[in-house]
């Protein structure tokens, strides 16, 4: 039984309009008529400009930077949606904020990703398309279906691309415990060897690098994580594994360029050669250094809404 809407309808929001526009050029879709605009005092109003009536509608909104706006846009969105008869509303979120708060770390603390997927779903949506969750339980977070799509089978494509002559001198690097499924995947399928950095945090955005697990002497390394917010953890992660652990050289990927703070300078003055990420947030220009290099996430979401909008299972993807 079919449960999508009779068309499919492509609308963004203005975290990451570039994305959005990308993923209805890839469908031979124009990007949907909609203005979101702040009013003096803050509030934000949204107006839908063409008729969604029965459609399958996506909006496209990551929750990144400023944040508390990005959510507010995506829900005001969904709720227009709604009341205007949509057929079926998914919010398509490539990297959702908040996903970092997913557990009470001491007494007292809220679950702000569990508020978060409640409030998408109160909201009116019908179901959530994202990228690489900072943890794959989130996804019981919501009682809507949620596809969630990984990074790792775009990234590594690149670097078997770029080293495909010297892969066997890469060993592949975690840098700490909570990234190893992940740079497990991407070992496996780059072929090449695994590494764990362990580290003790201190306190939020700040970390002590302990040891090297794993042998990393005279060898190239790719560090994986999920997402780079401060730099502080991966450039001590890429200091660890040249002045302890004897690696010659470092790369490093993620899904997510938070990119807050002081990143930047860090990424700059760190003993990192290459920092490839995924535009899942969109990165200003004055954040735009030699050191990154940005890979387009717009091809694969379009698979997967075209593969949502006729009824098709979103797993192969995750093999692309």
Same mark, same amino acid.
């Given at each position: 039984?079919?449960?999508?809407?009779?068309?499919?309808?492509?609308?963004?929001?203005?975290?990451?309009?570039?994305?959005?526009?990308?993923?209805?050029?890839?469908?031979?879709?124009? *990007?949907?008529?909609?203005?979101?605009?702040?009013?003096?005092?803050?509030?934000?109003?949204?107006?839908?400009?063409?008729?969604?009536?029965?459609?399958?509608?996506?909006?496209?909104?990551?929750?990144?930077?400023?944040?508390?706006?990005? %959510?507010?846009?995506?829900?005001?969105?969904?709720?227009?949606?709604?009341?205007?008869?949509?057929?079926?509303?998914?919010?398509?979120?490539?990297?959702?904020?908040?996903?970092?708060?997913?557990?009470?770390? =001491?007494?007292?603390? $809220?679950?702000?990703?569990? *508020?978060?997927?409640?409030?998408?779903?109160?909201? /009116?949506?019908?179901?959530?398309?994202?990228?690489?969750?900072?943890?794959?339980?989130?996804?019981?977070?919501?009682?809507?279906?949620?596809?969630?799509?990984?990074?790792?089978?775009?990234?590594?494509?690149?670097?078997?691309?770029?080293?495909?002559?010297?892969?066997?001198?890469?060993?592949?690097?975690?840098?700490?415990? /909570?990234?190893?499924?992940?740079?497990?995947?991407?070992?496996?399928?780059?072929?090449?060897?695994?590494?764990?950095?362990?580290?003790?945090?201190?306190?939020?955005?700040?970390?002590?690098?302990?040891?090297?697990?794993?042998?990393?002497?005279?060898?190239?390394?790719? *560090?994986?994580?999920?997402?780079?917010?401060?730099?502080?953890?991966?450039?001590?992660?890429?200091?660890?594994?040249?002045?302890?652990? /004897?690696?010659?050289?470092?790369?490093?990927?993620?899904?997510?360029?938070? %990119?807050?703070?002081?990143?930047?300078?860090?990424?700059?003055?760190?003993?990192?050669?290459?920092?490839?990420?995924?535009?899942?947030?969109? *990165?200003?220009?004055?954040?735009?250094?030699? =050191?990154?290099?940005?890979?387009?996430?717009?091809?694969?979401?379009?698979?997967?809404?075209?593969?949502?909008?006729?009824?098709? $299972?979103?797993? $192969?993807?995750?093999?692309?």
């Amino acid at each position: 039984m079919n449960l999508h809407g009779k068309d499919i309808k492509i609308f963004s929001a203005n975290s990451n309009p570039r994305v959005a526009k990308e993923i209805a050029e890839q469908l031979g879709l124009p *990007l949907g008529d909609s203005e979101v605009v702040t009013f003096s005092d803050g509030e934000i109003n949204v107006s839908i400009g063409e008729s969604v009536r029965g459609s399958d509608v996506f909006v496209v909104q990551s929750i990144s930077t400023p944040v508390n706006d990005s %959510l507010m846009e995506l829900l005001i969105m969904i709720d227009a949606f709604k009341r205007a008869s949509a057929g079926r509303i998914t919010a398509v979120i490539p990297y959702i904020g908040y996903a970092r708060q997913d557990r009470k770390a =001491k007494a007292r603390d $809220p679950i702000s990703a569990k *508020l978060v997927a409640d409030l998408i779903t109160v909201s /009116g949506a019908d179901r959530v398309l994202s990228m690489d969750l900072h943890s794959p339980q989130i996804q019981g977070f919501f009682n809507i279906p949620v596809d969630h799509l990984l990074g790792v089978p775009l990234l590594v494509p690149y670097f078997n691309d770029r080293f495909k002559n010297s892969k066997d001198d890469f060993v592949v690097v975690s840098p700490d415990l /909570g990234s190893v499924t992940r740079a497990r995947n991407f070992a496996l399928r780059f072929g090449a060897p695994l590494a764990i950095v362990d580290k003790r945090r201190q306190k939020a955005n700040v970390s002590e690098v302990m040891n090297i697990i794993g042998d990393v002497k005279d060898k190239s390394v790719i *560090l994986v994580d999920d997402m780079i917010d401060t730099g502080g953890s991966l450039c001590n992660a890429a200091k660890a594994v040249v002045e302890i652990g /004897g690696a010659k050289e470092v790369y490093s990927c993620a899904t997510h360029g938070v %990119l807050s703070g002081p990143s930047i300078e860090r990424i700059q003055n760190s003993v990192i050669k290459e920092v490839v990420l995924l535009d899942t947030i969109e *990165l200003p220009d004055e954040k735009k250094i030699d =050191k990154i290099n940005l890979l387009h996430v717009a091809p694969v979401f379009a698979q997967a809404i075209q593969r949502i909008y006729t009824d098709k $299972p979103v797993s $192969p993807l995750f093999n692309t």
